[in-house]
Each structure stands twice: as structure tokens, then as C-alpha cells.
């Protein structure tokens, strides 16, 4: 389909292995966000790309997370050192961004990531 | 500092009745408002959305929401619920001219009875 994707869908790790979750924006569109959804709670804000600019990253919990957009298109998030508190929904959206800053977001399924 | 309330965490309401979820924003500015809903085990889903204009504003499967900005209010409203709307709805607020985040409520879990 023309949606956002993300893979995998679900990922259990052990405390302390890395982690890269992948997401493919919807095709053309300039503007990439990650949001972290914990259970029972709503998304909160990771960080932003524009391109293969990273534009915002204040929403990152600590400098085990890390995000990149090397060519403007897929974006993968890596989780470092994974921590049973890291475990939530890890949700991808994109938007048209450019000139059209009030465009709306779509959202990807999102990978629910558990830690042991 | 942006924020969304959404001060009920669930709501009843029997299947053929009018349904209203709540929602109140902060933001600095103008805002653009949202309203998306979440399946199980799906991804958010955009229901609606309010930049300018008219302050009714309808969207996807017969929503449709109220911007009052003097209430900082965007309540979601459907005239006639049916039992497929049970999902979990997220009000969200973003800066008007602001290519950013979105801040998103805590949910409003709406179950529609047959």
C-alpha cells in the first residue's frame, strides 16, 4: 500500500541487546517523526527529520536512542543497551512538510517492542 | 509549554445516541488541533483536523468537531454512535506555522453498547 510502514511489527529483546526498528515514510513526503507510546498512554514526541536533516531530537529519553534519515527516505531508530523501561509502541509518521507545515501526520502500525 | 486534556478516560454510550469525547488544549499562539483514533493493535488512524475557518469541522465516519477558542475546547462529537466506533481516540494540539511535533492527549477509551 501508500501507508507508512514499520518493521518489525514486534520485537522482544533482552536487557541490554540493541535494537534498530525501521520505518518507510509514505513516498515523497519531506517530514519523518518518531513518538514512543507507552501502554495506556498517549504518543510522546522522540524526534523529527526534515529530509535527512534531523531537526529536533529533545524528545529522546537518553543518549541510548538514536535516529537517522541517512538519504532523506527510510529512517531507522536504534536503541542502544535496551533497558525494560524502553519497553512501549514505537510509532512512525510522516508528512508533506515543505510548505505545507500544517499538513497532516500519518502514522505508521508502529513496533511494539518488549525488553526482558 | 503546549498540552492536551482529555479528562475522561472512558465513555459509555449506548450504539444509535449521540456521542461526545472531550478536549481541551494550551498552546502558545494559534493552534492546529487533531482528533486520530487507534484500533486494537493498529496504528493511529486521522480523524479530523481544525487549522482555520469554520469552527465545525467534519471528517472521516461521521465525526465531527467543535473549536472553541475562547473555551480552548475541540470536542469530537458524532450524531449517532454505532458499535464499530469503540476504538480509542487521541485529541492532539500543534503550533499554527510550526512544522513540528505533535503534542497528543492521554486517550478517551469510547465503547459504543449494542
Known amino acids: 500500500g501508500a501507508g507508512v510502514s514499520q518493521s518489525p511489527r514486534y520485537k522482544v529483546a533482552k536487557r541490554g541487546q540493541d535494537v534498530a526498528l525501521r520505518c518507510d515514510p509514505i513516498?515523497?513526503?519531506?517530514?519523518l517523526f518518531w513518538y514512543q507510546q507507552a501502554l495506556g498512554q498517549g504518543p510522546e514526541f522522540l524526534t523529527y527529520f526534515q529530509n535527512e536533516a534531523q531537526l529536533d531530537k529533545s524528545g529522546l529519553p537518553s543518549d541510548r536512542f538514536f535516529a537517522e534519515r541517512p538519504e532523506g527516505s527510510v529512517s531507522t531508530l536504534k536503541i542502544q543497551r535496551t533497558q525494560q523501561e524502553d519497553s512501549a509502541v514505537y510509532l512512525c509518521?510522516?508528512?508533506?512538510?515543505?510548505?505545507?507545515?500544517?499538513?497532516?501526520?500519518?502514522f505508521g502500525p508502529g513496533t511494539r517492542l518488549l525488553v526482558l | 509549554a503546549q498540552s492536551v486534556a482529555q479528562p475522561e478516560d472512558q465513555v459509555n454510550v449506548a450504539e444509535g445516541n449521540p456521542l461526545t469525547v472531550k478536549c481541551t488544549y494550551s498552546?502558545?499562539?494559534?493552534?492546529?488541533l487533531f482528533w486520530y483514533v487507534q484500533y486494537p493493535n493498529r496504528g493511529l488512524q486521522f480523524l479530523l483536523k481544525y487549522i482555520t475557518g469554520d469552527n465545525l469541522v467534519k471528517g472521516s465516519y461521521g465525526f465531527e468537531a467543535e473549536f472553541n477558542k475562547s473555551q480552548t475546547s475541540f470536542h469530537l462529537k458524532k450524531p449517532s454512535a454505532l458499535v464499530s466506533d469503540s476504538a480509542l481516540y487521541f485529541c492532539a494540539v500543534r503550533r499554527m506555522n510550526r512544522d513540528d511535533k505533535i503534542i497528543f492527549g492521554k486517550g478517551t477509551r469510547l465503547h459504543i453498547l449494542p
Open positions: 509518521a510522516s508528512s508533506g512538510g515543505g510548505q505545507g507545515v500544517w499538513e497532516t501526520q500519518y
Open positions: 498552546v502558545s499562539g494559534n493552534p492546529y
Open positions: 513516498s515523497g513526503h519531506v517530514s
